[in-house]
């Protein structure tokens, strides 16, 4: 990943060097191409084509802020209705999810999402406690993290 | 096109103060450390970041003048919010404050059992 992106950058600047022309025009145009030869050369590569993580991450990022429009209309209609009518309660997550920064990752995802809160992680990182503020639908919220957010961190990380 | 980029700042300016507004009165309604977690979390991240985008808007088209610092301010507060609420309340919960009395599972106590064993 990080070692297709160093190569792309140093074909653009010898693409800048063949063309003799030091401009960010020419450092674009460079890297287009380099992008071009990565792609047809992509079976020499251990990894990925790195684009698709490129595109990957962009997709997350909609991900996190489409949830959090979600999250606060949701906290909107608890807040201002009424009565109170609200089953508030704590659940467990098993998660799939190994290193760190993807944990990090979903419990900030999680904390933006409608209705939950991640109040603690376990000693060996494998569940997730979190808070609901409404929690009759424990599994349907279960099964949405886990289609959504955690696919979209492993598509990331994979 | 500065009639469109007023009205987008209004519109954002609005949006963001409404926002605070629910995140303080949900603080004052809602029963538990917990609840209120929710409401300051979310609707305060979102209403902060739209605010800082009503001024990076009016800087940009009104004054014509591009201030990176409160994109590197939204894109902060984006970062660090769900890090804090997500640590006030795991405090509040190592430190023994009670679920609201109508919580109905609570699934996290197991767990602190088995430490205390």
Do not use: C
């Not at chain 1, 990752?105 to 109040?119: F, K, R």
């Not at chain 2, 809602?30 to 808007?57: C, E, Q, W």
């Amino acid at each position: 990943m990080a070692f297709q992106i160093l190569l792309n950058f140093f074909l653009a600047f010898l693409w800048m060097f063949l063309q003799v022309s030091f401009t960010s025009t020419t450092f674009f145009v460079g890297y287009l191409i380099g992008l071009i030869v990565i792609y047809g050369m992509r079976r020499f590569f251990s990894t990925r084509f790195y684009m698709h993580r490129v595109y990957a991450v962009i997709y997350l990022t909609m991900l996190f802020f489409k949830e959090l429009i979600m999250a606060n209309i949701d906290v909107l209609k608890v807040v201002l209705q009424p009565k109170l009518a609200i089953k508030p309660g704590i659940f467990a997550l098993e998660t799939e999810l190994e290193s760190d920064w993807e944990i990090t990752l979903l419990a900030n995802l999680i904390t933006l999402t409608p209705g939950t809160l991640v109040v603690d992680v376990s000693d060996d990182n494998k569940t997730l406690y979190i808070h609901a503020i409404d929690i009759a639908d424990v599994q349907d919220s279960i099964e949405s993290i886990k289609n959504t957010f955690e696919k979209a961190i492993m598509e990331v990380s994979r | 096109m500065t009639v469109i980029s007023e009205w987008l700042i209004v519109i954002f300016l609005l949006f963001g103060s409404f926002l605070s507004l629910v995140a303080a009165f949900g603080l004052i309604r809602l029963p538990d450390v917990y609840t209120r977690n929710h409401a300051a979390s979310k609707s305060a991240t979102l209403g902060v970041m739209s605010i800082l985008l009503a001024a990076f808007l009016y800087f940009y088209f009104i004054e014509g003048h591009f201030s990176s610092r409160i994109l590197l301010g939204i894109a902060f507060i984006f970062i660090t919010a769900p890090v804090a609420g997500h640590l006030i309340s795991r405090a509040a919960y190592n430190s023994g404050v009670k679920l609201w009395e109508k919580s109905v599972r609570d699934d996290l106590q197991y767990k602190k059992k088995e430490r205390e064993h």
